[in-house]
């Protein structure tokens, strides 16, 4: 079945500890992208990939960090949490950059 | 830089009823438009696109034309169901200098009633 697959749906974790959000596609896509959705802002792009080792920042970068060494990878690294990245977060990929994403089934992150 | 204004939520209609949310759009460049669908604990799941201005893209019974002039691609179904409750988010695509952008608006939630 063609998804994209993000792990782990919910994640608990304290202010500083690393933590690392995986997403996989397998689909062959080029794009991948990240997502944060909070109440009242929608969604917002963090960052995104348009092949391997490309990747550029979305709208609300800080504090995260993304790498695509393979082409259905894309993690999402929080080197340091604050309470202010408590979310949903979304991945999400597409063949063209106007073919429309396909999007995983999101991860709740908290951190207190 | 690119925005997207949608009406807000939430909006409650009876089975049946006729369906328009609206989506208006600024952009700099010549920009795709996409309606996405959002159902209780899941992701988003793309309903319809149109790429380019007069397009029309239309699926599940949802319709939305890419109209240029009035920079707007509005969503509408003429006869909603009960399972067609779900957030709906108006979104862009733009590429420019080398770099693609998705620009969602902030949601409209839907709640069809029997």
């Known amino acids: 079945e063609a998804q994209v697959t993000q792990n782990p749906r919910y994640l608990i974790t304290v202010t500083g500890k690393k933590l690392t959000v995986t997403c996989s596609q397998n689909?062959?896509?080029?794009?991948m992208s990240w997502y944060r959705q909070d109440p009242g802002l929608g969604l917002r792009q963090i960052y995104y990939s348009m092949n391997v080792e490309v990747t550029d920042k979305g709208d609300v970068p800080e504090g995260y960090k993304v790498s695509r060494k393979e082409k259905r990878n894309f993690p999402l690294i929080l080197e340091s949490p604050s309470p202010n990245q408590t979310s949903l977060y979304f991945c999400?990929?597409?063949?063209?950059?106007?073919?429309?994403?396909?999007f995983g089934s999101g991860t709740r992150l908290t951190v207190v | 830089g690119n925005s997207v204004t949608q009406m807000e939520g939430p909006v409650t209609l009876s089975e049946e009823a006729f369906l328009t949310i609206n989506c208006t759009y600024t952009a700099t460049g010549y920009p795709s438009l996409f309606w996405y669908v959002q159902y209780p604990g899941e992701g988003l799941q793309l309903l319809l696109k149109a790429t380019k201005a007069d397009d029309k893209g239309s699926n599940k019974g949802f319709e939305a034309t890419y109209r240029k002039e009035t920079t707007s691609f509005h969503l509408e179904k003429g006869s909603v169901q009960v399972s067609d409750s779900a957030v709906y988010f108006c979104?862009?695509?733009?590429?420019?200098?080398?770099?693609?952008?998705?620009?969602f608006g902030k949601g409209t939630k839907l709640s069809v009633i029997p």
């Open positions: 979104a862009l695509g733009d590429s420019g200098a080398g770099s693609y952008q998705l620009t």
């Open positions: 689909m062959n896509h080029e794009y």
């Open positions: 999400a990929s597409s063949p063209t950059e106007n073919y429309g994403y396909t």
